[in-house]
T-cell receptor, first 115, second 116 residues
Framework: AQKVTQAQTEISVVEKEDVTLDCVYE???????LFWYKQPPSGELVFLIR??????QNEISGRYSWNFQKSTSSFNFTITASQVVDSAVYFC????????????FGTGTSLTVIP | DTAVSQTPKYLVTQMGNDKSIKCEQN?????MYWYKQDSKKFLKIMFS???????INETVPNRFSPKSPDKAHLNLHINSLELGDSAVYFC???????????????FGPGTRLLVL
């Protein structure tokens, strides 16, 4: 079973629209990390944010915000007033305390912002 | 200053050849990884090293052999390259496991391998 599900394969929005990228995770651990990474068309993987399982406070960084809800096992990412430079593939990932020695990456959401 | 670097960035080669990809990190991390990203962008862990010791060896053909001469370097050697090896290979590094799980991984720029 997929530990991290990003159900939205591709999203297109018009510039200045807000967009939310969904991430649903599955774990039996009570302590874990959740991450978001950005992969722009140039190909590199850029770390955006990390949250631990005890910190459900929403995070805002400029136009980016993250909504972590343990009750629904979700860690959603919202871009406000999207820009063309936001066009990228975005990956959500999970790292557990007790299980394995690896990140569990979602399959990614490809976001296209149309000017 | 590049935190995680890989060379080469592009690699085009013929089937059957042997090639190596080098990775270096200057973050002082103990743990390094190799990932393969296929054409559908799926990221698959291949290997994980902690302080030069192999931790993860996922189901990868034994034509792939990682080597870690020291904890700042993790190279990937591929023997007898096949068409299906064409992909982007990413190196990453992180601090060791933390209180909540594996720490943040920082990725290199990727090596785009094309086998003809």
């Amino acid at each position: 079973a997929q530990k991290v599900t990003q159900a939205q394969t591709e999203i297109s929005v018009v510039e200045k629209e807000d967009v939310t990228l969904d991430c649903v995770y599955e774990t039996r651990d009570t302590t874990y990390y959740l991450f978001w990474y950005k992969q722009p068309p140039s190909g590199e993987l850029v770390f955006l944010i990390r949250r631990n399982s005890f910190d459900e406070q929403n995070e805002i960084s400029g136009r980016y915000s993250w909504n972590f809800q343990k009750s629904t096992s979700s860690f959603n990412f919202t871009i406000t007033a999207s820009q063309v430079v936001d066009s990228a593939v975005y990956f959500c990932a999970l790292s557990e305390t007790n299980t394995g020695n690896q990140f569990y990456f979602g399959t990614g959401t490809s976001l296209t912002v149309i000017p | 200053d590049t935190a995680v670097s890989q060379t080469p960035k592009y690699l085009v080669t013929q089937m059957g050849n042997d090639k190596s990809i080098k990775c270096e990190q200057n973050l002082g991390h103990d743990t390094m990884y190799w990932y393969k990203q296929d054409s559908k962008k799926f990221l698959k862990i291949m290997f994980s090293y902690n302080n030069k010791e192999l931790i993860i060896n996922e189901t990868v053909p034994n034509r792939f052999s990682p080597k870690s001469p020291d904890k700042a370097h993790l190279n990937l050697h591929i023997n007898s390259l096949e068409l299906g090896d064409s992909a982007v290979y990413f190196c990453a590094s992180s601090q060791p496991r933390g209180r909540y799980g594996l720490e943040t991984q920082y990725f290199g720029p990727g090596t785009r391998l094309l086998v003809l």
